[in-house]
């Protein structure tokens, strides 16, 4: 069975989309991100704000007690950004974060 490093190197849906393992994975990988409680809240103020900018986030995420460290913050929105619920955009040297069509099911969750 393929495990994470299979797919370290996709960079799409439709990459993935190609297997059986690959879909099998996704699945796996958008299920945990979603039903985080600290992704999720992530997810909220993403899609609350439409687009944001990273210093902004953390600066939410460590005011609202929602993660203690920026250490926190890298792995939880790296693990949104694998699995297609966040696009992270570079823009004049500041990056920004904006919610996907699949990290709208947040709409759904609360």
Not at 41 to 48: A, G, N, P
Not at 50 to 58: A, R
Not at 66 to 90: G, R
Request: hydrophobic share 35%.
């Amino acid at each position: 069975m393929p495990d994470e490093y299979d797919f370290k190197n996709y960079k799409s849906i439709d990459e993935f989309s190609k297997t059986i393992e690959g879909t099998k994975y996704l699945h796996e990988l958008y299920l945990k991100a979603i039903s985080n409680p600290i992704r999720r809240e992530i997810l909220f103020i993403i899609k609350k704000n439409k687009k944001i900018l990273k210093n902004t986030l953390l600066e939410i995420l460590i005011n609202e007690k929602i993660i203690n460290d920026e250490f926190s913050f890298k792995y939880n929105i790296d693990y949104l950004i694998k699995a297609f619920c966040v696009n992270e955009i570079e823009e004049n040297n500041e990056i920004y974060y904006e919610i996907t069509q699949s990290g709208r099911i947040i709409d759904y969750l609360k």
